[in-house]
């Protein structure tokens, strides 16, 4: 700016310098051009009056001697009589010059002519006597010429003027630009002063500005702020990458999925990411998202790859990658496809079975005598059916969270209600049930799920126990935690089945589960509630030494949500 300010000042004291200096000269030039033809008319009348006094001798000596003027004496037909500094017979008829025209017509007249060949200009003034008429001319030099024998003089002049010029400059650049130089502008000022009031514009515009900066910065800083914590909360992973694929942002979980220095931000991806699948994909890359599924240390990723468009022309800009594990959702598809097969074939086993003794019974294969038999059978398997019916749909109730409403529940008097219902499954076998507890011990809870849970853990000890066993059923507290201890003395479970003894359908020994009608839901069903009132099961088995199953639930409204 102030070389600029410099520029323009130096060149504006030239110009205004240069036009003063000509005015000048012109001026001084032009003075004297007028003095000369004032000096000339005066001549001029002077040797009118003296020829107008009979003193034509004395004239044409004092015109003869003249060296400066030139005089003419012309007829009034415009031939020359008398020329002091050229011989009349070589001088052509003057009637058509402008003075002598116009001397003839007014009695007096002026003109001036300039030549190209002598480059001066000639004064003419003409006086009319009675028959004759008086000219008198002086020629002088341009105004070039008129101020060669100066140009030393005037070109010093204008270098003075030159060096005046530039120090002004100079010094009025530096006291312009010197507070705009000096003025700090800063988003921590509240507001700028001007250093003079010619500036009040622009300091309120920068002011202006500025405050309007300062919102957007803290709105920007905000959003990004925000954008951080997002991501980087996120559970999935994120690779931002520009049009030429190099990484603009990466996080935790991509870093760690590609394992990826972290560092190598701003690399090109391709170069460092090696998934071939992923380096393919993007390679293939047709504008529409790909999804990918890829495993890595044994977790199972859904990758997304996709465009990120500039809003205002629809241009692609870079590309998103994005990591989800789905590990848990394939589990649980999984089981579900598993649950789903293993319920069909659960369901369809006894419903076969019951067509199967009536289509006997329809078709008389067996005798009068053997139909009550038979009749068992189909109440048997109807019973079985029931039974697997309901305890689907209490574990799809636990699944779907339908919560019961709490309730004080004695969990010792539920020992007891679970105890009269299995007796006589118990007694058939000569298996001894026993409740052992100091106290009432009482839970906050819903009714049926302890009920589920007592039933289930009794009723499977019984199944798989050995004639003539016990099935003991321990309450207790301990450290605000309602203790469940159920302990039996039947086969035990071998340590390998341990991991899946609580899932849907599962049977260690599928061909005594049938035999004693089992759904394989029962330990599911006790795992499910237990979760539900936020406690926790433990095992302790070994083939042929029995098992015992403890659950630890908080003596608090311990119901999970």
Do not use: W
Request: a neutral charge.
């Amino acid at each position: 700016m102030q070389k600029q300010i410099f520029k323009i000042f130096f060149l504006f004291s030239l110009l205004i310098s240069a036009l003063l200096i000509a005015i000048m000269l012109i001026s001084v030039h032009y003075y004297r051009v007028d003095s000369e033809k004032h000096i000339l008319s005066k001549f001029a009348e002077l040797i009118a009056f003296e020829y107008k006094q009979n003193k034509a001798q004395d004239l044409k000596n004092f015109i003869d001697n003249d060296e400066i003027y030139r005089i003419t004496i012309i007829k009034l037909d415009g031939s020359v009589l008398y020329d002091n500094k050229a011989d009349i017979n070589n001088i052509e008829n003057h009637l058509n010059r402008p003075e002598v025209i116009d001397a003839i017509k007014y009695g007096q007249a002026s003109s001036s002519r300039y030549s190209i060949t002598l480059d001066k200009t000639t004064i003419y003034t003409a006086i009319k006597l009675d028959d004759i008429i008086i000219r008198v001319s002086i020629a002088y030099d341009s105004i070039f010429a008129d101020y060669a024998f100066l140009i030393k003089f005037i070109l010093s002049i204008i270098l003075f003027v030159m060096t005046c010029a530039y120090i002004a400059a100079k010094y009025v650049s530096y006291k312009i630009t010197y507070p705009l130089n000096h003025l700090k502008i800063n988003l921590n000022d509240s507001k700028l002063i001007a250093p003079y009031k010619e500036l009040n514009p622009f300091i309120d515009m920068i002011n202006s500005q500025n405050t309007l900066i300062e919102e957007q910065y803290e709105n920007l800083s905000r959003k990004n702020l925000e954008i951080n914590a997002v991501i980087k909360s996120m559970a999935e992973g994120l690779v931002l990458l520009n049009k030429e694929q190099k990484i603009l942002y990466i996080n935790k979980v991509a870093l760690h999925f590609f394992d990826i220095n972290k560092d190598k931000i701003n690399d090109n991806f391709t170069n460092i990411n090696k998934d071939l699948e992923i380096k393919k994909a993007l390679e293939l890359y047709n504008n529409k998202r790909t999804y990918l599924e890829l495993t890595r240390d044994g977790r199972i990723y859904s990758v997304c790859i996709s465009n990120i468009h500039d809003n205002a022309n629809k241009e692609i800009i870079g590309h998103a990658i994005t990591l989800l594990d789905i590990t848990e959702r394939a589990e649980l598809e999984h089981q579900r496809q598993e649950f789903t097969a293993n319920v069909s074939h659960e369901l369809k086993t006894p419903l076969q079975s019951i067509m199967g003794y009536c289509d006997l019974i329809e078709n008389n294969f067996i005798k009068k005598d053997q139909i009550p038999e038979f009749t068992a059978k189909i109440h048997k398997q109807a019973k079985n059916l029931i039974s697997l019916i309901e305890d689907i749909l209490f574990l799809g109730s636990l699944d779907e969270k339908v919560v019961s409403s709490n309730e004080k529940v004695t969990i010792n008097a539920v020992c007891s209600e679970v105890f009269d219902v299995l007796l006589d499954k118990a007694q058939k076998r000569n298996i001894k049930l026993i409740l052992k507890a100091n106290k009432n011990i009482e839970l906050n809870a819903p009714y049926i799920y302890i009920y589920q849970l007592i039933f289930n853990l009794v009723d499977n000890s019984i199944k798989y126990n050995k004639d003539d066993g016990s099935v003991t059923v321990s309450l207790s507290e301990s450290n605000k935690n309602v203790v469940i201890k159920v302990k039996d003395t039947g086969i035990g479970i071998a340590k390998e089945h341990h991991l899946r003894l609580f899932e849907r359908f599962y049977r260690v020994d599928k061909s005594h589960s049938r035999q004693t009608g089992g759904t394989g839901l029962g330990l599911s069903i006790v795992k499910r509630i237990t979760l539900a009132l936020n406690g926790k099961i433990t095992l302790k088995s070994s083939e042929g030494k029995g098992s015992s199953f403890t659950i630890k639930l908080d003596s608090k409204d311990n119901l999970n949500n």
